[in-house]
C-alpha cells in the first residue's frame, strides 16, 4: 500500500525509490501524466496574481500542478493528490499541458490596466515545472523541456525538484542538461538522517540522494539553486547549521535560500497528523480529512 501521510494509521518510513516507481505506475503512462484539473483554472491565476505573494511565487503557482510525490514531507502545502494520487486528477500528453499554461500566461492581457503595466506578464516568459514531483514521469518531463526549449514565449524553465531521483540517476541529470534553457531548484529537507526520516518519511538511509543530485547537477554544469526548508517549527538551529554544513561540502560556491513554511490548510493538516501542531482550528480542514477519501 502506499504510504499516505505521516500520522496516516497505516504510515511506516518507506524506500523513496520504491515509492517513485509505484507511484509513476498510476500518475505516468508513456508520454501522459496527472494533473489536477482545476489548476488550469484562469481564474485561481488571476487570484495569485492580485494578491500578496512575489513575482516568482504567483509565476510557478500558474502553472498547473502534477500529482504525485516519492517523499511524504509533514510540512507539505500541496493538495492531498499527492497522498492519493490514484484518486484525483486527469491525464495530459506535454503538449495539452503547455498549451494549456500558454493560454493562461496570454489570458493576462484582460487583467485591470494597472496589472497589465507589469512586464512579467508579457512574452518571453519562465517556466517552472513544480507540483509534487516532476521527476516522476521522466519521458513526459523531457518532453515538456523540449517544448519550452524551441519556444519563443519562454526564455527559460526552473524544474523544482527534492532531488530524489537526480542523486539516485545520475542518466536523467545528464539528460536535462542537455537543454540550454533549463535549471534545478532543489530542495534540501532536513540535516541529518534521523530528522530526513521523522520528516519526510523516507527511510534515513536515504538522507544523502539529494546530496549526491547537488553534486551530479554539478558534474554536468548543470544551472542549479538550492532552497533548504529551515523553518524554525521543524529545524532547529543546530540541525540547520548541519545542513548548510552538508551543502557546503559538496557546492561551497552556491547560495543557499531558506524557505519558511506556507501554512496552506494541508500543510496545517499534515502538521497536526504528525504532531507538531496540537490542534485544528480551521473548519475549512474538513473536506480534507482522509474520510472524505473513503479512508
Known amino acids: 500500500m502506499i504510504p499516505r501521510y505521516i500520522g496516516h494509521s497505516n504510515f511506516k518510513p518507506f524506500d523513496p525509490i520504491e515509492l517513485s516507481k509505484e507511484t509513476e505506475v498510476l500518475i505516468s503512462n508513456g508520454r501522459r501524466r496527472k494533473y489536477l484539473d482545476k489548476e488550469f483554472s484562469l481564474r485561481r491565476s488571476f487570484e495569485i496574481i492580485s494578491g500578496s505573494k512575489n513575482i516568482v511565487a504567483q509565476k510557478e503557482d500558474s502553472w498547473p500542478r502534477a500529482i504525485g510525490c516519492n517523499l511524504r514531507c509533514n510540512f507539505c502545502y500541496t493538495p492531498l493528490s499527492r497522498d492519493y494520487p490514484e484518486k484525483f486528477g486527469s491525464w495530459f500528453t506535454s503538449a495539452e499541458v503547455f498549451e494549456k499554461d500558454l493560454q493562461i500566461l496570454f489570458s493576462f492581457s484582460s487583467l485591470p490596466e494597472n496589472l497589465r503595466r507589469k512586464k512579467w506578464l508579457f512574452p518571453p516568459f519562465m517556466a517552472f515545472f513544480c507540483g509534487d514531483e516532476m521527476t516522476l514521469g521522466r519521458n513526459h518531463l523531457l518532453e515538456m523541456c523540449y517544448l519550452v526549449e524551441d519556444s519563443p514565449y519562454f526564455y527559460g524553465f526552473v524544474l523544482v525538484t527534492n532531488g530524489i531521483i537526480f542523486g539516485y540517476d545520475k542518466s536523467f541529470v545528464r539528460d536535462l542538461a542537455k537543454f540550454k534553457k533549463g535549471s534545478v531548484r532543489l530542495s534540501i529537507k532536513a540535516g541529518t538522517p534521523e530528522s530526513f526520516e521523522k520528516r519526510t518519511g523516507g527511510l534515513a ?24 526548508m529551515s523553518d524554525p517549527l521543524i529545524m532547529g538551529v543546530d540541525e540547520r547549521q548541519l545542513a548548510i554544513k552538508h551543502i557546503a ?21 499534515r502538521l497536526f497528523k504528525a504532531g507538531i501542531l496540537s490542534k485544528l482550528n480551521d473548519s475549512s480542514l474538513d473536506e480534507i480529512r482522509p474520510s472524505y477519501y473513503g479512508e
Do not use: G
Request: include cysteine; proline fraction near 9%.
Open 205 to 228: 538511509k536515504f538522507f544523502w540522494l539529494p546530496f549526491e543530485a547537488i553534486k551530479n547537477c554539478l558534474d554536468y554544469n548543470m544551472p542549479l539553486s538550492i532552497a533548504l
Open 249 to 269: 561540502e559538496v557546492a561551497p560556491n552556491l547560495l543557499v535560500q531558506e524557505e519558511k513554511l506556507w501554512f496552506s490548510p494541508f500543510t496545517k493538516f
